[in-house]
C-alpha cells in the first residue's frame, strides 16, 4: 500500500540562512514526484525532512497522516526506502549483507531466495551476492543500493540524485527499472535531481524548486508545453535544446 | 657472550612482571581510549580536548610521568586511605596506561574522521541506532587503524615499562639498571635484548590482528589474538604463587640504585632466608622513594645513612655531632615515620672530598683547607646530586670553596674522570672499593663540615616491633667494617679479573666480617 505525505508549513533555517522557505505540499499515494532544482535550491533538504535526517526548524512533515517528528526516527527509516548519489554500501559486507542489512536490525534474517529475487529485481545475477561492493562496478552498486532500499518492503521510496555518478546508459537504465519497480510494488517514490531531462521521462509530478520554495508544481506534459514559469522553463529548455540539436543533426 | 645467555635465563621472572605490566597497561590504555574516540567523534571539543591531553602527556619524559605517580598517588590517599599503594604496580601501571593512550585515541579517531560520509549516510538511512552504527559499521571498519595504534602503544610501553624498576615494580628494567650500577654488560645486554624481543614478538603478533582485520580474514586475526592471550595467560599463571601454603612470611627489602645497597639487601636477604623467611627484592628504587615506602608499608626493610636522612629528609642544615644527630634521627624516624631504626651496620659511607695520591702530593693537598686555596685552578666532580645537596653548601661556605669548574659524573664514571684527569677533585663515598683500588687520598674535614654518614637499618612500622625478624637482624648490627665493606663494593663495580654479582659479593662479606 503505497503512503501518502504531507508537508505544512515546513521551513528550515541553517544559522542566518534559509534552506526552506515555509513549504505545503500534499503527494498522493502510488505518485512519482520528481524534485527539480539548482545545488541549494533546498531539493535534498525537503527529501531529508521526510525520513528526519533534517529536522525542520517550523513545521510538520506528515506521513500517512502521522507526523514523522513523533515516530522513532530509526524504526521509520527502517521501513522507507532511501537510496543517494554516494550510494554508500558498507565495504566490509557482502552484496546480501548489504541488502539483508535493514531486517537484520529489527532481528530479522533474510533469506537467500529473498536475496536472489531482490538482485533479480535491478537486473542483477543472485550470483552477486556473495561478491564484495569493491568488486563491483559503480552502475552495479547502485543497482545493490535499491536492492537494499527494497528489501524491507517500503511503501514510500526516497532517492536524493540516485544516478547523479552513474554513466548516461547505465542511468537510463537503471532509471527505467525503478520507475517500473515504483509501479509493480505499489510505491510512492520522491526523486531528487537536477537533471531535467530524468524527471520529465521518470515522474508523473515535477517540483521544481528555487530558494527554498517551489516555484513550479506541473505534470511533464504541462512543463514541456510551456508552462510552470520562468525558473521552470529555463531548466526544460536545456534538454529540449539538446534535443533539437539531434533532432537538426539527423538532417 | 656466555654470560649475556646465562643472564638472559635469569630472566624468566621479571620478563612475566613485564609482560603482565605492559599488558595491562595497554588494556587500560584501550578501555579508556576508545569509548574516548567515539565520544570525540560525535563532539569537536572533546576531539580537539581529549588529543591535546594525550599529546601533553606523551611530551613528559616516560621517567618524569612514573615519578610523578607517587606523589599524585600519596596525596589521593585523603581520598582513597593509607591503603593506596604508592610504588609498585599501580603508579607504574597509570603512568604507562597514559603513556599508551596517545596512539591509540589519535588512530581511533583518525579513522572515524576518515569513514567515508557516505557509509555514514548509510548507516542512518537503513535506521540504524547509534549503538548498532557503532558496531556493526564504525568499530568494523576502524578496526584495522585502531589495531595500528594499539601496536605503536604496545612498543613503547613495552619499551618504557623498562623504566618502572625505578619506582619498585620489577620489570626488564631490573637487569638493565642492576648491571649499569655495577658495570656489568651482560646483565645489561640481556636487559635490553629480552625487551626488544619482547616488543618484536608484540609487534609482530599485533601486526597480524591489524593484518586480519584489514583483509577481514577471521581466521588471522583470531590467530593473532589467541597468541596473545596465551602469551599473557602464561606470564600471569607464572606468577601464581603455588608455594601458598608453605607458612614462611615474605620480606619485601629495598634498596637505592648503587652496590653497596644492593650487596646488603643480598646479605640481609640471605641472613633473613636462612632464619625461615621468604625474601623479595626491590632493587634501584629512587632514594626519596624508598624512605616513603618503607614509611607506608611497601617495603619491609632498607638501608639508609644518617647525613642523607639529616639533609634530605629532616631538611636539617646543621651539624649536632655524630651522636646527637643518630639519636635526633632515631626520634624523627619514630615520632614523624613510625618507622623503626633498628640500628648501625657499623661502616659510614660519607661524602668526602678524594683526589688521586700523586696530583695531591704534586699540589700539596692534605685537607679541605689546602683544597679551597688551590680550588680556582681545580676542575671538581660530583655525582649528579651533589652540587644541589646541603652538604655541598655547608663544606663550600665552610671553607670558601671556588672552583674553576664543576662537573656532574654518574658515580661509575666520576672515578673514570678523575683517573683521565677531567677532574682533579671528587666528592667521593668513603665505603667506595675504588678509593683503595685507585690510590686515592680521602681529604681530612678539619672543620667538620661534612655531616656523619653511618649506615641504619631501618624498618617499616608494621615491622617495627616484629620480634622474630628483629632477632634475625640483630647479629647484623655493628658488624661490618668499612675495608670489609670497600673490597665488597669494589668486587662488585670492577669491570676486570674477579668481578662479582651482588649476591656473590654478599657471601664473601658474609664470610669476611663472621655472619656464617
Redesign the interface.
Known amino acids: 500500500m503505497a503512503a501518502s505525505l504531507a508537508f505544512e508549513g515546513v521551513t528550515k533555517r541553517y544559522d542566518s540562512t534559509r534552506a526552506l522557505a515555509g513549504i505545503d505540499l500534499a503527494i498522493e499515494p502510488g505518485s512519482f514526484v520528481a524534485l527539480v532544482g539548482a545545488s541549494g535550491s533546498g531539493k535534498s533538504t525537503l527529501l531529508k525532512t521526510i525520513n528526519r535526517l533534517v529536522e525542520p526548524t517550523e513545521g510538520r512533515v506528515l506521513l500517512d497522516g502521522q507526523d514523522v517528528a513523533a515516530s522513532d526516527p530509526t524504526a521509520m527509516r527502517r521501513t522507507t526506502g532511501y537510496v543517494f548519489q554516494r550510494i554508500g554500501l558498507f565495504p566490509h559486507m557482502s552484496v546480501a549483507e548489504n541488502i539483508a542489512i535493514g531486517p537484520r536490525l529489527v532481528g530479522e534474517k533474510l533469506g537467500e531466495d529473498r536475496i536472489g529475487e531482490l538482485l533479480s529485481l535491478v537486473d542483477l545475477d543472485p550470483a552477486m551476492a556473495s561478491r564484495l561492493p569493491e568488486e563491483l562496478s559503480g552502475g552495479q552498486q547502485q543497482r545493490v543500493g535499491v536492492a537494499r532500499a527494497l528489501a524491507g518492503n517500503p511503501s514510500l521510496l526516497l532517492m536524493d540524485e540516485p544516478f547523479g555518478a552513474l554513466d548516461p546508459v547505465t542511468r537510463d537504465a537503471l532509471g527505467t527499472r525503478v520507475r517500473d519497480l515504483h509501479e509493480t510494488l505499489d510505491l510512492t517514490t520522491i526523486m531528487v535531481t537536477h537533471d531535467m531531462a530524468e524527471a520529465l521521462i521518470l515522474a508523473d509530478r515535477v517540483l521544481v524548486m528555487d530558494g527554498g520554495r517551489i516555484v513550479a508544481d506541473e505534470t511533464p506534459q504541462a512543463l514541456s508545453r510551456g508552462k510552470g514559469g520562468e525558473v521552470a522553463q529555463e531548466l526544460v529548455a536545456v534538454p529540449r535544446h539538446q534535443a533539437e540539436k539531434l533532432k537538426g543533426l539527423e538532417g | 657472550m656466555i654470560g649475556v645467555w646465562d643472564a638472559l635465563m635469569g630472566l624468566g621472572d621479571v620478563l612475566a612482571q613485564h609482560v603482565i605490566l605492559a599488558a595491562c597497561a595497554i588494556g587500560l590504555g584501550i578501555a579508556v581510549a576508545l569509548p574516548l574516540a567515539v565520544w570525540a567523534s560525535r563532539s569537536q571539543a572533546v576531539s580537539r580536548g581529549a588529543l591535546g591531553f594525550a599529546s601533553l602527556v606523551q611530551t613528559i619524559p616516560a621517567l618524569a610521568l612514573l615519578a610523578l605517580f607517587f606523589p599524585i598517588l600519596l596525596s589521593l590517599r585523603a581520598v582513597f586511605g593509607e591503603g593506596l599503594p604508592t610504588l609498585g604496580f599501580l603508579p607504574a601501571l597509570l603512568a604507562l596506561s597514559l603513556y599508551a593512550l596517545l596512539p591509540i585515541l589519535r588512530n581511533a579517531v583518525t579513522a572515524q574522521t576518515n569513514l ?14 547509534f549503538w ?1 552504527r557503532l558496531r ?2 564504525e568499530a ?2 576502524a578496526a584495522p587503524y585502531v589495531m595500528a595504534g594499539i601496536r605503536t602503544a604496545a612498543v613503547w610501553t613495552i619499551g618504557a615499562a623498562t623504566l618502572s624498576t625505578t619506582i619498585g615494580q620489577p620489570s626488564l628494567g631490573d637487569p638493565i639498571f642492576a648491571g649499569l650500577q655495577t658495570q656489568n654488560w651482560s646483565l645489561v645486554l640481556a636487559g635490553c635484548i629480552a625487551s626488544a624481543g619482547l616488543a618484536i614478538v608484540a609487534d609482530a603478533l599485533l601486526g597480524t590482528i591489524e593484518a586480519g582485520f584489514r583483509r ?1 580474514d577471521r581466521r588471522l586475526w583470531l590467530g593473532g589474538a589467541i597468541a596473545v592471550a596465551v602469551g599473557v595467560a602464561a606470564a600471569f599463571v607464572s606468577q601464581v604463587d603455588w608455594s601458598r601454603d608453605d607458612g614462611r612470611e615474605t620480606i619485601v627489602i629495598g634498596t637505592k640504585q648503587f652496590s653497596e645497597q644492593l650487596i646488603l639487601g643480598r646479605l640481609v636477604g640471605e641472613q633473613l632466608e636462612d632464619a625461615g623467611y621468604d625474601v623479595e627484592y626491590r632493587e634501584g628504587l629512587g632514594s626519596a622513594v624508598v624512605a616513603q615506602a618503607v614509611a607506608n608499608g611497601s617495603i619491609d626493610i632498607y638501608f639508609d645513612y644518617t647525613g642523607t636522612i639529616w639533609a634530605n629528609q629532616m631538611k636539617r642544615t646543621d651539624n649536632p655531632g655524630r651522636d646527637a644527630m643518630y639519636e635526633a634521627i632515631v626520634k624523627w624516624e619514630r615520632e614523624v615515620q613510625g618507622t623503626r631504626v633498628l640500628g648501625k651496620l657499623g661502616f659510614e659511607n660519607a661524602y668526602a672530598f678524594a683526589m688521586r695520591e700523586d696530583r695531591a702530593r704534586e699540589l700539596g693537598i692534605a685537607s679541605i683547607e689546602d683544597l679551597a686555596r688551590a680550588a680556582p685552578r681545580l676542575v671538581a666532580g660530583g655525582d649528579p646530586e651533589w652540587f644541589e645537596r646541603p652538604e655541598w653548601f655547608a663544606v663550600r661556605d665552610a671553607y670558601g670553596l671556588n672552583f674553576s669548574n664543576e662537573r656532574n659524573f654518574s658515580p661509575t664514571f666520576m672515578y673514570n674522570a678523575l683517573r683521565s684527569g677531567d677532574a682533579d677533585v671528587i666528592a667521593a663515598y668513603t665505603s667506595d672499593g675504588r678509593i683503595a683500588a685507585d690510590n686515592l687520598v680521602i681529604l681530612e674535614d678539619p672543620r667538620e663540615a661534612l655531616p656523619s654518614y653511618d649506615t641504619l637499618i631501618i624498618l617499616s612500622p608494621e615491622r617495627a616491633n616484629d620480634e622474630r625478624l628483629i632477632a634475625a637482624l640483630r647479629p647484623l648490627l655493628g658488624s661490618i667494617n668499612v675495608e670489609a665493606m670497600r673490597e665488597a663494593n669494589f668486587s662488585v663495580d670492577r669491570t676486570d679479573g674477579d668481578k662479582k654479582t651482588p649476591r656473590e659479593a654478599a657471601r664473601w662479606l658474609a664470610g669476611e666480617v663472621g655472619l656464617e
Not at chain 2, 567515508?116 to 541506532?129: F, Q, R, T
Open positions: 567515508d560520509p557516505g557509509v555514514i549516510e548509510a548507516a542512518n538511512g537503513v535506521g540504524m541506532s548498532q556493526l559499521v568494523p571498519l577481514r
